[in-house]
């Protein structure tokens, strides 16, 4: 298995999907790394040469990928939620940040249903 940026990458896949595995890096961000270090796109990972991976590291490292990408974000995340915008009090709120509706299909950013206390319902 090649390692790029702390990220195993799989052999049985070709080289553009397999370094879409590493963060940051998307299909068409890996066929232009592909293009640049001039290596085949449709080649298996298991089959490239140290010179190949290599040259895939070099340009990789110029782009901004996993942990300093993951930390950019984080900081600026921080910094919308510090400077109290739109943005970042839906953030500290664990609301859907980007206009999602939220009476249905926002589980994922509000969490379990939360229990309301002494609400009865109303019946016959």
Avoid: F, W
């Amino acid at each position: 298995m090649a390692r790029i940026k702390n990220v195993e990458l799989p052999n049985n896949k070709k080289t553009y999907i397999g370094l879409t595995h590493i963060y940051g890096i998307g299909q068409a961000t890996a066929k232009d790394i592909c293009a640049k270090s001039k290596v085949d796109e449709n080649k298996k990972i298991g089959e490239l040469s140290n010179e190949e991976i290599a040259s895939l590291r070099v340009e990789i490292d110029k782009h901004l990928v996993e942990g300093e990408l993951r930390r950019e974000v984080q900081t600026n995340i921080k910094n919308k939620m510090e400077i109290n915008s739109y943005q970042g009090v839906r953030h500290k709120k664990g609301l859907p940040v980007r206009g999602q509706r939220t009476s249905r299909n926002a589980k994922t950013r509000k969490g379990k249903g939360k229990v309301v206390a002494n609400k009865k319902k109303v019946g016959k």
